[in-house]
């Protein structure tokens, strides 16, 4: 889908006023940071501390790793990881300014070494190939241009044998799973969003159901996962599958052409 489209399907066009979809996400992001740790708190009713813990388990973190989180916004999965290990060497990248700029503070405050934050894009990482034991993303891929490079990009820059994730939100199958759901995100969370966001605000309450239309399912994201080169696929599902994680691995043999 053209930029453009996509701007004006989310309702983007009336509040950040270019034809990039990047420009566009970036400035939703920057102007969102001041609330987007207490937002992600009350659209998660308090649970996204947990599964996002959960999540890291299957990293199978260990001292001396080298790993990356992608789109790390307000830095949660970086500072999560460094909680399972402190000894990783963690680099993370986010292309809002406003976003870095809450994850540094954080990490300033609370006196944590050796996390390494990059304003750069997901789809051109300035890391060599073959760089990162494991790779995270939390919440990142719907917010890409374009999912099958970012995917292309984060297999890359993964090592072989390391393990890469990405958790968002899923598509509930079970019938009344997916009505809870529906009421939740389409009805509720909007209506909700009213309360935190003033007149000239994007209401981002709405973003992630909106988004949600264009964004793959699950199977659709392993498929994505596996045309890039991942294999040992599988996925792991939170909240009623409210919340659904990929994990998918480099082998240990790269074919000839492959990085
Ligand atoms: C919903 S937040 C997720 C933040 C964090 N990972 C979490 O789980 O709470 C999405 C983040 O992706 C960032 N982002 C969007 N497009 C990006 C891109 N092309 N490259 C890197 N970061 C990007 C946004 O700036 C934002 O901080």
């Known amino acids: 889908m053209k ?24 400035s939703f992001f920057n102007q969102l940071a001041p609330k987007y740790d207490l937002l992600n708190e009350v659209i998660s009713l308090g649970q996204q501390q947990r599964y996002k813990k ?24 970086a500072i999560y990881m ?6 990783l060497h963690i ?60 995917l292309k990009e984060m297999f890359r820059v993964l090592k072989p044998g390391g393990t890469f994730t990405t958790l968002d939100l899923g598509k509930p199958q079970g019938k009344w799973q997916r009505t809870l759901y529906h009421v939740y995100y389409e009805t509720l969370m909007p209506w909700l969003g009213r309360i935190f966001f003033h007149r000239n605000e994007y209401n981002s309450f709405a973003y992630l159901s909106v988004s949600n239309k264009h964004f793959p399912s699950s199977e659709e994201i392993m498929v994505m996962m596996r045309e890039a080169g991942f294999i040992g696929i599988y996925e792991r599902q939170y909240m009623l599958g409210g919340v659904a994680q990929q994990v ?3 082998g240990l043999k790269q074919k000839k052409g492959d990085v």
């Open 3 to 26: 930029d453009a489209k996509i701007i004006q399907s989310v309702g983007f066009d009336k509040y950040f006023h270019t034809d990039s979809w990047e420009e566009a996400n970036k």
């Open 54 to 77: 959960d999540a890291i388990d299957v990293l199978n973190l260990t001292r001396k790793m080298r790993v990356l989180d992608v789109c790390t916004g307000s830095g949660d999965m």
């Open 82 to 87: 460094y909680e399972r290990c402190e000894e």
């Open 91 to 150: 680099d993370a990248v986010d292309v809002a300014r406003g976003m870095l700029s809450l994850a540094e503070d954080k990490v300033n405050r609370l006196g944590l070494k050796n996390i390494y934050f990059y304003e750069v894009s997901a789809l051109e990482l300035p890391f060599r190939e073959n760089t990162f034991d494991a790779v995270m993303m939390g919440f990142g891929l719907r917010n890409l241009k374009d999912i099958r490079l970012g």
């Open 248 to 250: 998918g691995k480099k």
